[in-house]
């Protein structure tokens, strides 16, 4: 059975770099994409095929990827950048998102 | 723009049925398959099934196999998620979203589904 692990949580201070890792035997064959949800609201796609980044998203976040891990990175992390973060991928018609990671940025 | 809009949570006894629907706009709905997503309260998300673009193809979540249902209808750009013999565990925030593609990142609100006594 295919999973994907993150982190449970990740704690930077503001303008420091934030890594959070997603690890997962898919993610060598198939592209991931990162989720940022804040309390009581929907998430919004801040990176897919690994590396692009959507319209309308910040440059500090950026997606790298090496094997079976991808990494998103928050370069010069702001208060409100402080949220969850979710992996997201595909395999075998079953789809998968990571467990989720709490950024805290204080 | 592309819009999202659930209908249809609510509170509902164990063992008990419930209908969600999702209205969309801004995309051509009849081309696109789409998603349901959950999330239990203080939880994190989990994929509960996707639906092709005819509605030929549908995929569940094992938890779900078998009591849900996903359909559509793309003469009114909807779709919608039966849920049947409701569990107390699946209580949850329920997220349609055009999430299938590689580039998709859209959801609607989310609506709540309450399974209690």
């Known amino acids: 059975s295919y999973e994907l692990t993150q982190p449970s949580s990740v704690s930077v201070s503001p303008g420091q770099t934030a890594r959070i890792t997603c690890s997962g035997d898919?993610?060598?064959?198939?592209?991931a994409r990162w989720f940022q949800q804040k309390p009581g609201q929907a998430p919004v796609l801040v990176i897919y095929?690994?590396?692009e980044r959507p319209s309308g998203i910040p440059e500090r976040f950026s997606g790298s990827t090496s094997g079976t891990t991808v990494t998103l990175t928050i370069s010069g992390a702001l208060i409100e950048d402080d949220a969850d973060y979710y992996c997201?991928?595909?395999?075998?018609?079953?789809?998968?998102f990571g467990g989720g990671t709490r950024l805290t940025v204080l | 723009e592309v819009q999202l809009v659930e209908a249809g949570g609510g509170l509902v006894q164990p063992g008990g049925s419930l209908r969600l629907s999702c209205t969309t706009s801004?995309?051509?709905?009849?081309?696109?398959?789409m998603t349901w997503v959950r999330q239990a309260p203080g939880k994190g998300l989990e994929w509960v099934g996707n639906?092709?673009?005819?509605?030929?193809?549908?995929y569940y979540v094992d938890s779900v196999r078998g009591r849900f249902t996903i359909s559509r209808d793309n003469a009114k750009n909807s779709f919608y998620l039966q849920m049947n013999n409701l569990r107390v565990e699946d209580t949850a925030v329920y997220y349609c979203?055009?999430?299938?593609?590689?580039?998709?990142?859209?959801w609607g609100q989310g609506t709540l589904v309450t399974v209690s006594s």
């Open positions: 997201y991928c595909a395999v075998d018609n079953t789809w998968f």
């Open positions: 801004g995309f051509t709905f009849s081309r696109a398959w």
């Open positions: 979203a055009k999430i299938f593609d590689d580039s998709d990142g859209y």
């Open positions: 898919m993610l060598a064959k198939r592209y």
């Open positions: 095929k690994d590396t």
């Open positions: 639906i092709k673009f005819d509605g030929n193809e549908k």
